[in-house]
């Protein structure tokens, strides 16, 4: 397994006289459905496809209302959801209410077993976009008519070009 990245320079805010710092971030290839995760998993196991999208989807019913009661959902060596709140702050305990929570979101802690299982990730460097540019076929016939050619520049703008 190659997980892809790619460098991207970012700026301090607070530092806006230096120079750029380079990390690593994440560049997804793709996605997986439903429906293929449960074909994969019907050819390891003894469970046909019909009924592993049904255990999947049954998922989506079962988990929410525990995670609405405060309860953190463990699947074993799946993993645990668990809710998280995001609040504004108050000056004492007495002002913090129902009214100060802006958000919440789902977390997702993967068990023992399924980090053992991405323990072997590598990573594949890919070129960033400022390194490239991308250019499409000048006024291609599509379906929606001609396609004009776009140059895509590392700064993420496009100009067009003739022909």
């Not at 305990?93 to 323990?119: D, T």
């Not at 379906?143 to 700064?155: E, H, L, Q, R, W």
Request: proline content about 8%; some cysteine.
């Amino acid at each position: 397994m190659r997980f892809p990245y790619r460098p991207v320079a970012k700026r301090n805010p607070r530092k806006p006289g230096e120079s750029p710092r380079y990390y690593a971030q994440d560049r997804y290839t793709g996605g997986v459905d439903l429906r293929e995760l449960a074909r994969r998993i019907a050819v390891i196991s003894t469970l046909s496809e019909p009924d592993m999208v049904a255990a999947l989807e049954a998922l989506i019913f079962a988990i929410p209302p525990y995670l609405a009661e405060g309860k953190i959902v463990r699947l074993g060596d799946f993993g645990t959801f668990r809710l998280i709140l995001n609040s504004r702050s108050a000056d004492s305990a007495a002002e913090v209410s129902a009214g100060n929570i802006r958000s919440w979101r789902v977390h997702f802690r993967p068990g023992k077993v399924f980090r053992e299982k991405l323990r072997p990730l590598q990573y594949r460097r890919i070129s960033p976009p400022n390194m490239t540019k991308i250019m499409f076929k000048a006024n291609q016939t599509h379906c929606f008519g001609a396609i004009p050619t776009y140059i895509f520049d590392s700064a993420g703008g496009r100009e067009m070009a003739a022909g």
